[in-house]
């Protein structure tokens, strides 16, 4: 079986959506209709979308989405197999989150310096036929690879504390582990983090 990965651009809107709508939650899932825009999704846009009219409500973030990749706002990752998208990993430079910046998320930023240059790993969706087939493993390792070459100092993801199952978008701490991350216990949960080396380093 042959996975491509690709970083997502703004030419793949189709595609992610197509994923989103058709494939990445065809097991029943009740994470269905979420398009990965919830670390952008702030209380603003959750009372915007209560004023719409009920019919219309499920596909406001489905269009945030479209617009998020768009103007290149969602980042990541995008696994390819038979040409179609089978799984994603939403990754971005971390002071891109809502969610994870330091005033809502203070202890993700333990032991980092202010200046560091982190990329997060917020989620992981593979297409529930393609799971155990190395597809969030290899989005891991091409995150692991973009962030060497892009100068980021740490690459971190956001494992479930626990015993990992299918709906803990976040990956398992094991995942990480083989990939040489360090699982870092901060309030609340743990931080998978990988500090990448620079080219002179051995």
């Known amino acids: 079986m042959n996975i491509e990965v690709k970083k997502l651009d703004s030419n793949m809107a189709d595609e992610y959506l197509t994923f989103f709508d058709q494939r990445a939650f065809s097991d029943g899932s009740a994470e269905k209709g979420c ?14 979308r209560s004023l719409m009219p009920e019919n219309e409500r499920p596909y406001r973030k489905r269009n945030y989405a479209k617009e998020l990749i768009r103007n290149g706002t969602l980042n990541g990752f995008a696994a390819f197999c038979e040409e179609q998208i089978v799984g994603f990993c939403n990754a971005d430079t971390k002071d891109h989150y809502f969610r994870l910046s330091r005033e809502n998320q ?46 980021y100092d740490y690459v971190e993801g956001y ?43 051995p």
């Open 35 to 48: 398009y990965c825009v919830w670390h952008h999704w702030t209380d603003k846009h959750e009372q915007e």
């Open 106 to 151: 203070p202890d993700s930023w333990i032991d980092v310096n202010e200046n560091d240059k982190i990329l997060a790993i917020v989620c992981f969706i593979v297409a529930p036929d393609m799971r155990r087939k190395g597809v969030a493993k290899a989005l891991l390792e091409c995150a692991c690879q973009y962030a060497q070459e892009n100068g």
């Open 159 to 201: 494992p479930s504390k626990g015993e990992f199952v299918v709906n803990n978008c976040g990956g398992s701490a094991s995942m990480y582990m083989e990939q040489g991350f360090e699982i870092v216990d901060v309030p609340g949960g743990i931080i998978a983090r990988k500090k990448m080396k620079r080219p002179q380093e």
